[in-house]
Nanobody, 125 residues
Framework: QVQLVESGGGLVQAGGSLRLSCAASGRPFNMYTMGWFRQAPGKEREFVAHITWTGGTTYYADSVKGRFTISRDNAKNTVYLQMNSLKPEDTAVYYC??????????????????WGQGTQVTVSS
């Protein structure tokens, strides 16, 4: 089992930045691909980004590419999501997730085994 706890959400103006953190405990963190998803009110949970266990490969949704950066520190059992140039449409609950290594191009929710409780990000216009 892996336990995931997100932090760093909040209220920010459009154009601003936030950094989300996800602390993991349980099974060895460095075995997992780590991802971020988000869910806006009335919408499905959608993929944002993920990073392989070595940290060497990342993959982003088109909607955040060039604005968001995912990274990880295996020594701290933590994955981060740096969000810059935030837009009102980025408003959502952001979830951290973990899975066994798989295809980089598989961004489906069902491919992820473990989930955090989520942290709210609100971007005002």
């Amino acid at each position: 089992q892996v336990q995931l706890v997100e932090s760093g959400g909040g209220l920010v103006q459009a154009g601003g930045s936030l950094r989300l953190s996800c602390a993991a405990s349980g099974r060895p963190f460095n075995m997992y691909t780590m991802g971020w998803f988000r869910q806006a009110p009335g919408k499905e949970r959608e993929f944002v980004a993920h990073i392989t266990w070595t940290g060497g490969t990342t993959y982003y949704a088109d909607s955040v590419k060039g604005r968001f950066t995912i990274s990880r520190d295996n020594a701290k059992n933590t994955v981060y999501l740096q969000m810059n140039s935030l837009k009102p449409e980025d408003t959502a609950v952001y979830y951290c997730a973990a899975r066994d290594p798989g295809s980089l191009y598989d961004t489906s929710r069902r491919s992820y085994d473990y989930w955090g409780q989520g942290t709210q990000v609100t971007v005002s216009s």
